[in-house]
């Protein structure tokens, strides 16, 4: 049925397993028929005797390439049990879900971490199954699509089984089953059935399209007369402005804005539909036996009914004003008065500082007349390193002498939630760490990779973006597209930055004498150009923006080498990691981030290194 807005307790009527009349019923876990239980391990075969459910594992977000957002739990589940129901050897598999739907998947606003029964499940499902999983954001338009086109491996997001899906995806045995049913406004008495609304002209429903409640009212109600919209928030907003009578919809979303809403709404009338739930594959895929596999191991010893418990029970009180908007959050839907959640970026001042160096900054503190901060730096002054030479990072666009880029909008976004001033100083790469390390910037903003080595003499902030490492090439290049060709080949050259993560990860490949390093990346790609080097090691997102510039002359190709998280880095010890990581995480709940990683990652950002200035580099 699935469809967007759940809000809260969820005290449901979802059909049950016995046929008690409880006053609170869970979501039924449908019971393994005979044929399922000979394909399962027996008691004394299962990998665990007692439910295995996994406890506190941590997810960290991370950016996609396309600028998507990412969580994963930092690698493979399962690792170091004896056996496993299926051994898929830590395959990453990637999983469409929206953050968005409760309480299947939800991100808090208050502490920018993803939850709920999709979570659970899943990372249960991988550790029976030694598995990756890696969940993207993707909005409910276009899911089911999306995943039997190969964009996905699976989706995970309350997915109602029906046929007409059937024809698009493969699924999963069912793991709930999920009632559908009319709310309406508190003490509504001209109805209580879809029979009546459909008998009364002057009544109207509501529902979302897209979804098998729209499915089952058109049964009842002529399509024409049936009023739509593009989410459920929509729809139950419509309903307490009194523009729609009724809004069929999953009882565990109705039972959700009930929760929001108790004095306002309530949910009437019988079950409509009893729908099963199910995972999404593409069209044969290999995943659908080991996944059918762990549901039934966890229908036989419990872990379903502990997750409905958990989640559709009357301890779980989590309500839509607690999360935040998953993947809608960069959407301005038709119709919906949204409030941005920062203000505009103000105007930057060029300044020269007492050993010459150029600064830039707002002209003062952020975020003043503010009625509450994350962290209240009382306009603290802090100097952040960075190169104005890297784009999309950062950068002066020579057309108009001004700087901008990802770095400048996420620390004016950052201090205005901060009170804070931030000024900008130009700096080299080239011994940019060490500087930070020795106090000489309160941090740096600069695309830094976080690892070990360089935690040695700085602290990181937690990770905002993944960036992937790949080769950039001539165009049409055909004698090799991946490093190991390159090293088994003593005729070509590969190039990269020296002091770099790309640096240290070309050396893995190639010895260290015969990579050809550079100062800086466009002293590299013009020797790419020229000739001199036949390849160059660099971050994607760098050597996508080179392509821009040399469309006829340049491409990226081969596999990704390493995916590296981005930090801020800072003096070790400093007192700026933990609010700079509040800031982050609560952009991240807010949908701030993202719509960085959209703007400054996506097809709209046009601006290459002929557009630019040389930053720190200039003489």
Not at 81 to 100: M, P
Not at 322 to 350: F, K, N, R, V, W
Not at 369 to 398: H, K, M, Q, W
Not at 546 to 567: F, I, K, M, R
Request: aromatic letters at 10%.
């Amino acid at each position: 049925m699935r469809r967007f807005a759940l809000f809260a307790v969820l005290a449901l009527a979802l059909v049950v397993v016995a046929c008690a009349p409880p006053p609170a019923a869970e979501p039924e876990v449908e019971e393994p028929t005979e044929e399922q239980m000979a394909e399962e391990p027996t008691q004394e075969e299962a990998v665990t005797e007692e439910p295995a459910m996994t406890g506190n594992l941590v997810l960290e977000r991370t950016t996609g390439t396309a600028g998507e957002t990412r969580w994963d739990y930092g690698g493979c589940l399962g690792e170091g049990a004896d056996s496993y129901l299926v051994d898929l050897e830590c395959r990453e598999i990637t999983i469409a879900i929206e953050n968005a739907y409760l309480p299947f998947n939800y991100v808090e606003l208050s502490t920018g971490t993803p939850g709920g029964w999709d979570y659970d499940a899943i990372a249960e499902i991988c550790t029976r199954l030694h598995c990756t999983p890696i969940f993207v954001e993707a909005a409910w338009e276009g899911m089911i699509q999306a995943v039997g086109d190969g964009q996905f491996d699976m989706a995970a997001d309350g997915i109602t089984i029906n046929e007409e899906r059937a024809k698009i995806v493969d699924f999963s045995n069912g793991y709930i089953n999920i009632d559908q049913r009319l709310l309406v406004r508190k003490g509504e008495d001209r109805f209580s059935t879809m029979e009546e609304i459909a008998d009364n002209p002057d009544l109207v429903l509501g529902t979302q399209l897209d979804t098998t409640n729209y499915e089952t009212a058109i049964q009842y109600i002529p399509e024409e007369e049936v009023k739509t919209y593009e989410q459920f928030p929509f729809a139950v907003q419509a309903l307490l402005a009194g523009e729609v009578d009724a809004v069929l919809i999953d009882e565990v979303a109705g039972q959700g804005y009930v929760g929001e809403n108790a004095d306002e709404l309530e949910v009437v009338g019988p079950s409509y539909s009893s729908d099963q739930l199910g995972f999404i594959f593409p069209q044969g895929s290999d995943l659908v036996d080991p996944v059918n596999q762990a549901i039934s191991a966890m229908k036989t010893d419990g872990s379903l009914n502990t997750l409905s418990t958990e989640y559709f029970g009357p301890t779980f009180t989590i309500t839509y004003d607690d999360i935040g908007e998953g993947a809608y959050a960069s959407e301005a839907s038709e119709g919906e008065a949204t409030e941005e959640p920062m203000e505009e970026t103000p105007m930057l001042e060029q300044t020269t500082g007492t050993a010459g160096e150029t600064r830039w900054d707002y002209g003062g503190c952020l975020g003043e007349g503010a009625d509450s901060y994350l962290v209240d730096l009382e306009c603290r002054e802090i100097t952040i390193a960075i190169e104005n030479a890297y784009l999309p990072f950062n950068y002066v666009e020579l057309s108009t002498g001004t700087p901008g880029g990802w770095d400048y909008d996420m620390l004016a976004k950052m201090c205005t939630r901060l009170h804070c001033t931030p000024i900008f100083v130009e700096a080299a790469w080239e011994g940019m760490i060490q500087a930070v390390g020795d106090g000489q910037f309160d941090m740096a903003a600069d695309g830094i990779t976080i690892n070990e080595e360089r935690a040695k003499i700085v602290d990181f902030s937690t990770g905002y973006i993944n960036i992937d490492q790949r080769l950039l090439v001539r165009r049409g290049e055909d004698r090799f597209s991946t490093m190991e060709e390159i090293a088994d080949n003593p005729d070509l050259v590969l190039g990269t930055q020296l002091d770099t993560t790309n640096y240290e990860t070309a050396i893995q490949y190639i010895p260290e004498e015969e990579v050809k390093t550079y100062e800086q990346f466009p002293f590299a790609v013009q020797a790419l150009l020229a000739g001199e080097v036949d390849a160059v090691l660099i971050d994607e997102v760098a050597g996508q923006g080179y392509v821009g510039e040399n469309a006829d002359e340049l491409e990226v190709v081969g596999p990704s080498y390493s995916s590296d998280q981005l930090g801020f880095i800072f003096p070790q010890g400093s007192d700026l990691v933990d609010p700079v990581n509040q800031a982050i995480n609560a952009m991240k709940a807010d949908g701030s981030l993202e719509e960085l990683s959209i703007k400054y990652f996506g097809p709209t950002f046009t601006i290459t290194y002929e557009d630019i200035g040389e930053g720190a580099y200039a003489e």
